[in-house]
């Protein structure tokens, strides 16, 4: 069973600054299964990023994914007040394991 | 637009069921899979299984194998999830999502989460 770890915890930058958010797994992941989410307080998560690269509809090109095999990264070009949020790197495909995320603040 | 809407907040005592429900706009033939997430106060987010509309299939995380169950009616296109048993830990807030086709690996659109309050 694959177990996701992000990196750093919490990670405290300023708007205009560039984000680069860590998912490392224990075990290979295919690309094509390596999805991130953004979660702002009290809301449900939502679709950033999915297949380690692709953006999801309406998501503004400051945000990309990268990596393969056990390490992927998320970066923030150029931090938007709204960006700042928790980010969750998710494997799909069964148990679906969610990393804890990566809280990202001001 | 698609919409997930989900139940309203409950509070249960331990012991008893919950059970959350998720209407899909636009119906829930047309997708390939309901997914339900639930994520503690404070906490990350957990896959508990998922529903595939074609065959009614069922998918439960193995921890929660045994006392939960997923339903759906497609008259109404909601989605049910039912957890037996419930201890104060099943406090939260749980989300359901959707995957539109097989093809696409990923939950494009969530629910706005419903809050079950485990409470003596």
């Known amino acids: 069973e694959v177990v996701l770890t992000q990196s750093p915890g919490t990670l405290s930058l300023s708007p205009g600054a560039k984000a680069t958010l860590s998912c490392r797994a224990s075990q290979k992941v295919l690309s094509v299964y390596l999805v991130w989410y953004q979660q702002k307080p009290g809301q449900a998560p939502r679709l950033l990023i999915h297949g380690t690269s692709n953006r999801a509809a309406g998501i503004p090109d400051r945000f990309s994914g990268s990596g393969s095999g056990t390490d992927f990264t998320l970066t923030i070009a150029s931090l938007e007040p709204e960006d700042f949020a928790v980010y969750y790197c998710?494997?799909?495909?069964?148990?679906?394991?969610f990393g804890q995320g990566t809280r990202l603040e001001i | 637009q698609v919409h997930l809407v989900q139940s309203g907040p409950e509070v249960k005592k331990p012991g008893s069921s919950m059970k959350v429900s998720c209407e899909v706009s636009g119906g829930i033939s047309n997708i390939y899979a309901i997914n339900w997430v639930r994520q503690a106060p404070g906490r990350g987010l957990e896959w508990m299984g998922r529903f595939i509309p074609n065959g009614e299939i069922v998918n439960s995380g193995q921890k929660f194998r045994g006392r939960v169950s997923i339903t759906a009616d497609t008259f109404s296109n909601t989605v049910y999830m039912e957890l037996r048993r419930l201890t104060f830990d099943d406090t939260a807030m749980y989300y359901c999502a959707r995957v539109l086709s097989p093809k696409n690996f990923y939950f494009d659109y969530w629910g706005q989460g419903a809050l079950i309050t485990v409470s003596s």
């Open positions: 998710h494997q799909y495909g069964s148990p679906f394991p």
